[in-house]
């Protein structure tokens, strides 16, 4: 694959994974590699899960995500010994910065609406554990973090795209927009290395609506994976709706 223009933080991610096993160089990198749609590489290992956030296209102005990305840059260039644990570790940094401005509630916050959030749950849950499993999700009032580990013969990408379309249309019907944006273009995914990681996901994910004082308990949040399993457990049933 070729990028439009020169990236150098997608050069500087292929530099460290070839000694991880990753295919830097494969014949499809949206299965195994590195590839970019923009800013942002996106590394794929096929078998693996990924944490990954998309975002209402309102949710983070781009002056801020600029700053973000000047703070980050800073970071990097100002590493003595620039190890790829160093690096991934300012990565991370990054990333955390940008999950607490969203947890600010900050733009228009659509998914806040019932009818609009549930429109991404039935979304989101129509194709679970038949083109992929999720293992943790939660809908935000501007974002929605997954869990997620696509099936054989589906990739993130083409998952990815195929469910933001279905909700965007769905959401802005119901919104009567035309000509605008739902989601942020980019997404963000994070392959998961090991279990240990999985389990640190899992628990943000779950406590997202909590840490952003939106409910006292996990469970409370009616649009997240805690919620679901809550009421599965107590006898209770969620309808998954249409694809």
């Known amino acids: 694959m070729t990028d439009p223009e020169p990236n150098p933080g997608l050069d500087r991610v292929r530099r460290e994974l070839r000694s991880t096993g990753v295919p830097v160089d494969a014949p499809n990198p949206l299965r195994s590699g590195v590839h970019t749609r923009g800013y942002l590489p996106h590394v794929k290992r096929e078998g693996s899960s990924y944490f990954v956030t998309f975002r209402l296209g309102d949710s983070l102005p781009q002056s801020v995500l600029l700053e973000f990305k000047r703070q980050q840059a800073g970071k990097l260039r100002a590493l003595t010994k620039p190890t790829p644990a ?71 990408s083409d998952v990815l ?72 457990r107590n006898g209770q049933s969620t309808a998954a709706g249409t694809g």
């Open 86 to 156: 160093a690096r991934e570790e300012i990565d991370r940094d990054y990333q955390r910065q940008i999950e607490r401005y969203l947890d600010r509630g900050i733009g228009e916050c659509h998914l806040r609406r019932p009818e609009i959030a549930r429109i991404a749950v039935e979304a989101l849950l129509f194709f679970h554990e038949k083109q992929y499993l999720l293992q943790e999700w939660v809908v935000m009032p501007n974002h929605i973090h997954l869990l997620l580990w696509p099936m054989p013969n589906y990739t993130l």
């Open 161 to 232: 795209r195929d469910r933001k379309r279905r909700i965007a249309r769905k959401a802005n019907e119901f919104l009567g927009r035309t000509g605008r944006a739902f989601w942020q273009h980019e997404s963000y995914d994070h392959w998961i290395r090991n279990d240990q990681e999985k389990s640190r996901v899992r628990r943000y994910i779950r406590n997202n609506p909590v840490t952003a004082r939106l409910c006292k308990e996990p469970e409370l949040w009616k649009w997240g994976s805690a919620y679901h399993e809550f009421v599965r």
